[in-house]
């Protein structure tokens, strides 16, 4: 894992989706994109295995679609995950740890996940060490260079400014930074401006970034370019479900 200060190598992957998850990690990263278009509804089933404390903190939305992406991307998790530890996903519960990084508290720590959601998509990363991911939908009208001044360091202001499409520049390192300090769990905008994501750089563990579509970022952290990393995509929930029940979901 990375220290304060220090520049975290870039790989980028053209994006190829899976469509034969096994949900078993190995020495595998994994990442689950999951659409949340308008109209989609989430599986009343779903909705049920969500907890207390989610349920709560979904009404407190005050747009419904900001409601309706938290409900549906926290609902997937669960369903994802379930599949993969092999268990009902109205049983697992989440501890938080120090700095607020969420983590499976029962049936077990045995995988480590990570969360993000944005616009209609959300991003799952799952390994068995800790991972960080970050799915950025572009936002027009942002001020962009108002923030890259505020969370960037010199050097990525500076390549910003040559760039030649300073947009894209700055939602790929926007979600590499980010992937990379939510892996870590600990001080996401105060160390930003420390982390420097850098494609010149060599190291083991990677932030590696990919377009789930032209309007839109993502990055997992960390991946070894020696580990398969797969990608799969939840477009439809009751498919998902029919695809993969959890009573034939292979025990781990």
């Known amino acids: 894992m990375i220290n304060a200060g220090d520049r975290v190598p870039v790989m980028e992957i053209n994006l190829a989706v899976d469509a034969s998850p096994s949900f078993k990690l190995g020495r595998e990263v994994h990442a689950w994109l999951i659409d949340v278009p308008a109209g989609t509804g989430v599986p009343g089933a779903w909705l049920a295995a969500l907890s207390p404390e989610e349920r709560t903190r979904a009404g407190r939305f005050v747009f419904a679609r900001d409601r309706k992406l938290y409900e549906a991307s926290h609902a997937a998790l669960r369903q994802v995950v379930g599949r993969y530890m092999d268990t009902d996903p109205a049983s697992i519960r989440y501890g938080s740890a120090e700095g607020g990084k969420p983590f499976i508290e029962a049936p077990g720590p045995s995988l480590s996940f990570n969360l993000s959601h944005s ?43 040559s760039a030649p499409d300073p947009v894209s520049f700055f939602y790929r390192i926007w979600a590499g930074k980010e992937a990379v300090l939510k892996a870590r769990g600990t001080g996401l905008f105060t160390r930003m401006p420390e982390t420097a994501a850098s494609d010149g750089h060599e190291g083991e563990d990677h932030a590696c970034y990919f377009r789930p579509d032209a309007g839109s970022y993502a990055c997992v952290y960390p991946v070894r370019k020696e580990k398969p990393f797969r990608v799969f995509r939840m477009e439809n929930f009751v498919q998902f479900e029919r695809s993969f029940p959890l009573s034939a979901t292979p025990r781990r």
């Not at 009208?141 to 923030?147: K, M, P, T």
């Open 119 to 161: 616009g209609d998509k959300a991003l799952i990363s799952l390994s068995e060490q800790e991972t960080g991911a970050d799915i950025e939908v572009v936002r027009p009208g942002r001020n962009l260079d108002a923030v890259a001044q505020r969370y960037f360091t010199s050097g990525e202001r500076s390549r910003m400014a």
